[in-house]
């Protein structure tokens, strides 16, 4: 998988598939600093959510620990893996899978909820 | 293009040595998907004969009441055997991993697929899953005596070898899931140029949406065989009544992965019927998007009905109405697909050749499948058919009639692009016959069964069980003898056959452009693609010119 | 049977076709990574929704047993990964800019702190197992039902975490090797991107096991 | 015709209704692959027409379809309905479901091995199992329901006829799975008020381990099945695996009781650990004349 050697013998055309024009998908490269505005808001977010559920323990620590995990969830996908800066396809297929999983949890618990 | 030899990339056909090794080796090293299709269907064909010959022994020992030749305990073994070597072993596998090599790279006009060394990489995964299901079958407390469920908390009790046979799924789960990911890549990746997404093949459409199957709900289940096999060893007490744990979850879990996992198996054998629908009626397929889309929805649909496997063990009501009424749903674009193959018949010209008898055996058999298959989602009806012999029936109409039968209908298809050779084409009808009358003759007693009351896994049974319960023995018989014909004639056809010209149907796809059998890198000259995939008016120009 | 040229309109000879150089489709890799973590996240979903039904049938009991966790340690993990994930994005950024040294010290920080990682949950397991709570251990399986279950749901998510750390570490330190040996370089540097994208997943899963576990009290 | 329970008839009009427009639809669709076959084919027709789709006809088999399956669902749900909502004042008995072996309890401890009910009375069953899963299937009534350990399940049926009706464990559960039968005997009402009233009390020795299904696995005739025999047992050495250890120990009461509540404690060498643990299903003093029935043998 780690292997960008993919297809052995002659070469396909580069635009053909869901190419776009460049098809070695260089980015330029994201700035320093914008990494490490996302790691500060992480750990931020990571100090929210632990003083919520020392200082609010029970149902507001978990509401809060609820709201803000997604949302450093999204600050990693997005930032740290790139998925921003990547084609829709990537963000599609991403959104897919998480939704499929959501939804099979969701089915379970109307037997769960309802027993 | 029969005739073009010139090609830069010309080496002679895959089939004859290439590159730096020879023989056995030269296989066994290959990255060719075209090699490692082959290599699959061998090995899975070993598999399948296996299973065929167990389920033989189940209806023979079914014949009459009473135990004539096992014990109940050996009986167990037979159909917990019979299960998993043809579902892990052979159905999953089945079609994307033989066929799907094969053709799908041939079909989107490519060299191959996205990452070869992985696609090589699966099928040792799969050898080392089958050796591993082998072992557990000598090794330890003896044959798996659970059924291909694993049920907890017999699968936790069993003092059978278990645990090996649940890794040996685990890792059989993770060459599915290479597969899955390289299609899934290649689809994207390696269409030719001209071919958007709703120019590929129909068959490409259905491997799509099996791919995303295979990828998405394949870990669930090997997360979960994975906690029995740690229940066993540590008694974590997820599915554990005795330790707090909920033998439902299990269940949850499992039909998770294993209901998706019907689609795996059928809709690649759609996607097949609907490249032999229009080749042999000689126009193009009627409502290309629908078909397409279809394959999707019932890829997602096929995500939200587990729970119909699980109508009588207690999950709540509501949960039950859900799951009913999602169940029905998945007959929604199942017969859209159906109608859609009466309609490419329509108005056709059709030449009736194997292929298409398989491909027609498919939509007749896979109707009473999938029709059968109300009787499971309707709550009422489901709760006395459910684990019967009622169900048993249904789910071979659907995977062997279905997934089966259309596997058989891409071989012989495809076995002259495969092999370059042509088979007998009349010996090949009369196995069609003889397989079908079996057929019906093995599984639509079993219907009547479960509609009387006869549960499944039964070694013995009551008395007044026993007229269909002799009929279908006797079925089985039959379909054995069209099966033996049917593969004695393919492989003979591989040394004796005539020589197959590059296109013998009248194929539209891309894979008919090319040799039989395809070179190494199999286009001389690579194809664009300017029209959809079942364009028949250049052929027909083509026929024209020559008749004149 | 038919004729020269095919039968899907005119089949060109794409000029690409006669040229024998290697190809390389970096998207397509991609894709495939992406597919690949999508199994991963999934094999964790299993164990999440796992979690879910059994928070749902015990959560007196999970709250309780969460007391027995140390909340300072899981805190500390977390920012221990969280900033491994930046050493790790630094180390691509690094490589991009064709800064081959520089990207090998950020590589080598986020080795340090998956060690560190590491070494706070082992010393978190052994405080564990010191106590009989541990799967198959005494006290653990004296534990009323729910309790049991929050413990050993602790050690298969958190285990399968940490085997995920684990091979994380064995993929940074073959990248090492291959980014020294110049495999993988500014202008290939697909290899260190796919080995960052597989880290960062193994951060998300611990960002929820933290709530999960530590938080629930 | 009138089912054999109150449910079963209308079970079964479903059934006929999704069987009728089940047959109807794969007639059609193999008569038009039929015909198509013959009017078309190549010799007949040489030249097709390319159709390509049509809006109206997709639309035409994607709406008719949905209206037919949801009025199926409708069907199915409704009866559903009927059979998960137990009439009020229905009889309750609780069926104890383990490897490889039925037994009933009555609210007044009446237990048997075969499940007697009033006609024209409902009976609310409750579902238990001692070890793995089983599932409750009387055929003729049209019911099923797992019996899942460490829970209970429910159902309920009335039987309209005197008869005899077979009990089927539907889930697999074992060897002796395809063994694990009983009948449902229902007689009139007055007939079944008279015998319940009959044979309270506690069973003999004998009696429990027949109602408890310990004679599915032991014998008391020295043969053996899939646990050991109890013939010459008390006061045998008996060879034993304890936590993996294998030891002798003596068979008196203390061993029998143990083996009784506490099954994998010590597991016969040449024997699978797969006895249920009948800690909830018996009291001491069941226990105690369980003992007495084997020291006898």
């Known amino acids: ?69 997604p949302i450093k969830a999204a600050l990693i996908l997005m930032w740290f893996m790139h998925l921003k800066y990547e084609t829709a396809v990537f963000r599609v297929m991403f959104l897919s899978a998480i939704m499929i999983l959501a939804l099979v949890m969701g089915l379970t618990f109307f037997d769960y909820s309802f027993r | 293009m029969a005739e073009s030899k010139t090609g830069p990339a010309w080496t002679g056909n895959y089939l004859q040595d290439y590159g730096r090794r020879r023989g056995l080796m030269a296989w066994l090293t290959t990255t060719d998907h075209k090699r490692i299709g082959l290599m699959y269907m061998m090995a899975m064909f070993f598999f399948f004969t296996v299973a065929v010959m167990l389920g033989v022994l189940i209806r023979l020992e079914l014949m009459n009441p009473g135990m004539q030749y096992v014990t109940p305990r050996v009986y167990n073994s037979l159909f917990t055997l019979h299960g998993v ?31 070869p060394k992985l696609n090589l990489a699966s099928w040792y995964v799969y050898i080392a899953g089958a050796v591993l299901a082998l072992t557990s079958l000598f090794a330890g407390g003896g044959v798996p005596d659970t059924g291909w469920t694993f049920y907890a908390p017999y699968a936790l009790r069993s003092g059978s070898n278990v645990s090996l046979a649940v890794f040996a799924a685990f890792v059989l789960g993770f060459s599915s899931i290479m597969t899955g990911m390289n299609f899934i890549t290649t689809i994207h990746r390696l269409r030719a140029p001209g071919m958007g997404f709703f120019r590929m093949p129909l068959f490409c459409w259905g491997l799509y949406a099996t791919s995303w199957i295979q990828v998405i709900a394949t870990p669930v289940v090997g997360i979960t065989l994975l906690l029995v096999i740690m229940e066993r060893w540590l008694g974590i007490g997820f599915f554990d009544p005795a330790r707090g744990g909920d033998p439902v979850l299990y269940q949850h879990l499992f039909w998770i992965y294993s209901h998706p996992v019907v689609y795996v198996m059928i809709l690649p054998a759609m996607g097949v019927i609907s490249e ?43 949960a039950r109405r859900v799951f009913s009424i ?190 039989s059998p395809p070179p190494q890198l199999n286009f001389a000259v690579a194809p664009t693609v300017t029209t959809g995939p079942y364009d028949h008016t250049a052929l027909r120009a083509a026929a024209a010119k020559e008749a004149q | ?96 800019r064709a800064r081959v040294a520089e990207s090998l010290r950020w590589l080598g920080a986020t080795f340090g ?78 290899a260190l991107e796919f080995t960052g994208l597989y880290w960062h997943l193994v951060d998300l899963v611990w960002i929820f096991l933290l709530p999960l576990f530590y938080l629930t009290n | 015709m009138a089912g054999a329970s109150s449910y079963s008839g209308m079970v079964d009009k479903t059934f006929w209704m999704i069987l009728g427009s089940s ?28 159709i390509e789709g049509s809006a109206t006809l997709e639309t035409l088999w994607t709406v008719l379809p949905t209206v037919l399956v949801m009025v199926m669902f409708y069907y199915g749900w409704a009866g559903f309905k009927v059979m998960r909502e137990t009439p009020k004042g229905a009889m309750p008995v609780t069926v104890q479901a383990r490897m490889w072996s039925w037994s009933f309890k009555y609210e007044n401890g009446k237990q048997t091995t075969e499940l007697y009910v009033p006609v024209g ?61 009983s009948k449902v005997i229902a007689v009139p009402a007055d007939t079944f008020d008279v015998w319940l009233e009959r044979g309270g009390g506690r069973p003999t020795g004998l009696k429990l381990m027949q109602i408890k299904g310990c004679v599915a696995c032991h014998t008391s005739d020295g043969s053996k099945l899939v646990g050991p025999t109890y013939k010459g047992l008390f006061g045998s050495k008996v060879r034993v695996t304890t936590n993996g250890v294998e030891r002798e120990v003596l068979a008196d009461e203390d061993y029998l009781r143990r083996s009784i509540l506490q099954p994998k404690a010590d597991i016969v060498v040449g024997f699978q650990p797969q006895m249920p643990d009948m800690a909830g299903q018996l009291d001491d003093e069941d226990i105690k004349l369980i003992i007495d029935y084997i020291k006898r043998q």
């Not at chain 2, 000689?282 to 729970?307: E, N």
């Not at chain 3, 197992?129 to 653990?140: R, V, Y």
């Open chain 1, 1 to 69: 998988m780690h292997d960008s050697h993919t297809t052995g013998g002659h070469a396909q055309p580069a635009a053909h598939g869901d190419g776009h024009a460049g098809d070695h998908a260089a980015h330029a490269p994201v700035a320093t600093g914008t990494f490490v505005m996302v790691w500060v808001a992480l750990l931020a977010l990571t100090m929210v959510t632990v003083a919520a559920s020392v200082w609010f323990p029970g149902k507001v620590g978990i509401g809060v620990a609820m709201v803000v995990t």
């Open chain 4, 121 to 181: 009375r409902p009976v609310a069953v409750n579902l238990e199992s001692a070890d793995v899963i089983h599932s409750f299937f009387v055929p003729a009534f049209r019911m099923k329901e797992d019996c899942m350990p460490g829970r209970h399940n429910h159902a309920w049926f009335q039987a309209e006829r005197e008869g005899v009706y077979d009990i089927m464990c539907a889930e697999y559960c074992g060897d002796k799975h395809s063994a694990m039968l």
């Open chain 3, 1 to 96: 049977m038919h004729a020269e040229g095919g039968t899907l309109g005119a089949a060109a000879v794409s000029p690409a076709a006669a040229a024998h150089h290697e190809h390389r489709d970096d998207i397509g890799s991609k894709t495939g990574m992406w597919l690949f973590l999508f199994t991963e996240l999934l094999l964790f979903g299993g164990l999440f929704i796992i979690y879910a039904v059994y928070r749902h049938k015990y959560g007196t009991e999970f709250h309780e047993a969460a007391h027995e966790l140390n909340k300072a340690m899981g805190v500390t993990n977390t920012f221990v990964l969280l900033t491994s994930s930046l050493t790790m994005v630094l180390a691509v950024g690094a490589l991009q």
């Open chain 3, 113 to 190: 702190l998956a060690c560190c990682f590491l070494v706070i949950k082992f010393l978190e397991w052994s405080a564990k197992h010191h106590h009989g709570i541990w799967p198959g251990g005494e006290h653990l399986h004296a534990m009323p039902p729910g309790e049991g279950m929050f413990f050993n749901l602790y050690f298969m998510m958190t285990g399968l975490h940490g085997i995920h750390v684990l091979v994380g570490m064995g993929v940074m330190g073959s990248i090492a090797a291959r980014i020294r040996s110049g495999h993988v370089s500014p202008s290939r540097y697909a």
């Open chain 2, 85 to 115: 070597i043809m579902i892990f072993l052979f159905i999953v596998p089945g079609i994307p991993a033989v066929m799907g090599n094969f053709i799908l790279p041939l079909q989107l006009g490519a060299d191959d697929v996205s990452f």
């Open chain 4, 23 to 50: 047959v109807i639809m794969l007639l059609g669709i193999t008569a038009t692959m039929i015909l198509f076959m013959v009017k078309y084919r190549r010799s007949r027709h040489p030249v097709a027409s390319d």
């Open chain 2, 326 to 515: 999602l169940t029905f749903l998945v007959a929604i674009p199942t017969g859209i697909k159906v109608f859609n193959w009466m309609a490419t018949l329509y108005k056709g010209s059709i030449r009736i050749e194997p292929p298409l008898l398989w491909a027609l055996g498919f939509v007749f058999l896979f109707s009473i499948g999938g029709l059968t298959g109300l009787v499971n989602g309707a709550l009422a009806t489901d709760i006395h058919v459910h684990d019967t012999a009622f169900v048993v029936g249904h789910f071979h109409y659907t995977m062997f009639g279905g997934a089966g039968v259309g596997l058989f209908a891409a071989m012989h298809y495809w076995w002259p692009k495969i092999f370059g050779r042509m088979y007998n084409r009349k010996r090949a009808i009369w196995a069609w016959g003889i397989f079908m009358v079996g057929f019906n003759v093995l599984y639509f007693p079993m219907l009547v069964l479960g509609i009387m009351g006869m549960p499944r896994r039964y070694a013995d049974y009551l008395p007044r069980f026993h007229t269909p319960e002799l009929i279908s023995t006797v079925g089985s018989w039959i379909l054995v003898s069209g099966l033996i014909l049917m593969v004695w004639n393919l492989i003979r056809a591989i040394k004796h056959g005539e020589p197959a010209p590059a296109n013998p149907w009248g194929g539209t796809t891309l894979e008919w452009q090319t040799t």
């Open chain 2, 276 to 318: 032999i629908l229009p080749t042999f009626a000689g126009r193009t397929v009627f409502g290309y998007k629908a078909i397409a889309l279809s394959s999707m929805a019932i890829a997602i649909v096929g995500y939200m009905v587990w729970g119909h496997h699980m109508f009588t063990v207690g999950m709540s009501d509501t």
